[in-house]
Nanobody, 125 residues
Framework: QVQLVESGGGSVNAGDSLTLSCVITGISIEYYSIGWFRQAPGKEREGVSCLSHNPRKTWYSVSVKDRFTISRDNAKNTVSLQMNSLKPEDTALYYC??????????????????WGQGTQVTVSS
């Protein structure tokens, strides 16, 4: 059974940093692309970042590029999202997800098969 558990969210002020972690069990992440998505109240789920496994490629949404960094530790089966210079518009529930049927690192949430429950990030101005 594949399970994803996110952690590291919290309430911070604008300009602060947070690091989200996603621990995955039931599969070895070295063979899969892992994405981070977020959903703010009243808005659709949007892709934040993804890191593929082979070949290594990554993307970031325009809104977080140059502020967020995705990384993976295959030995710990963990994917992290370092978030710097946080803005109030970053407030959302953040999810990690596994793309198990391809290595495309899709920006489409429908291409991801396994999801965590999410961790809340709230940024105050």
């Amino acid at each position: 059974q594949v399970q994803l558990v996110e952690s590291g969210g919290g309430s911070v002020n604008a300009g602060d940093s947070l690091t989200l972690s996603c621990v995955i069990t039931g599969i070895s992440i070295e063979y899969y692309s892992i994405g981070w998505f977020r959903q703010a109240p009243g808005k659709e789920r949007e892709g934040v970042s993804c890191l593929s496994h082979n070949p290594r490629k990554t993307w970031y949404s325009v809104s977080v590029k140059d502020r967020f960094t995705i990384s993976r530790d295959n030995a710990k089966n963990t994917v992290s999202l370092q978030m710097n210079s946080l803005k109030p518009e970053d407030t959302a529930l953040y999810y990690c997800a596994v793309e198990s049927t391809s290595s495309a690192c899709s920006r489409d949430a429908n291409e991801y098969d396994y999801w965590g429950q999410g961790t809340q990030v709230t940024v105050s101005s």
